[in-house]
């Protein structure tokens, strides 16, 4: 059983950056994922790390933009969000996956309750 809880989000004007956080409880050897969904639209994929922290994959609305890593130590998987733009406004979700890092939402076994992160232009 693994339990996340993201935080970092909030509001940030349009260039700006944040940092999110997933802390993750039980096993660390998961692929971790962000995902993200903004009202009225399909969850979306945004980035996965490897257990290893070896493998990453970036969706491509925000390859070179976002920054995803991981501190087994601590158990606690980030991401760096840089450039960013107001339709990267949604909630954000840390899910962790028993297999290789995808873009598959239906391959992640478990999900933490999202942290909203709004860009004003």
């Known amino acids: 059983q693994v339990q996340l809880v993201e935080s970092g989000g909030g509001l940030v004007q349009v260039g700006g950056s944040l940092r999110l956080s997933c802390a993750a409880s039980?096993?660390?050897?998961?692929?971790m994922g962000w995902f993200r969904q903004a009202p009225g639209n399909e969850r979306q994929f945004v980035a996965a790390?490897?257990?290893?922290?070896?493998?990453?994959l970036y969706g491509d609305s925000v390859k070179g933009r976002f920054t995803i890593s991981r501190d087994n130590g601590k158990n606690m998987v980030y991401l760096q969000m840089n450039s960013l733009k107001p339709e990267d406004t949604a909630v954000y979700y840390c899910?962790?996956?028993?297999?290789?890092?995808?873009?598959?939402?239906?391959?992640?076994?478990?999900w933490g309750q999202g942290t909203q992160v709004s860009v004003s232009s």
């Open positions: 790390i490897g257990w290893r922290g070896r493998a990453t």
């Open positions: 039980g096993r660390a050897a998961y692929t």
């Open positions: 899910a962790a996956s028993s297999g290789n890092p995808t873009g598959a939402g239906e391959n992640y076994n478990y």
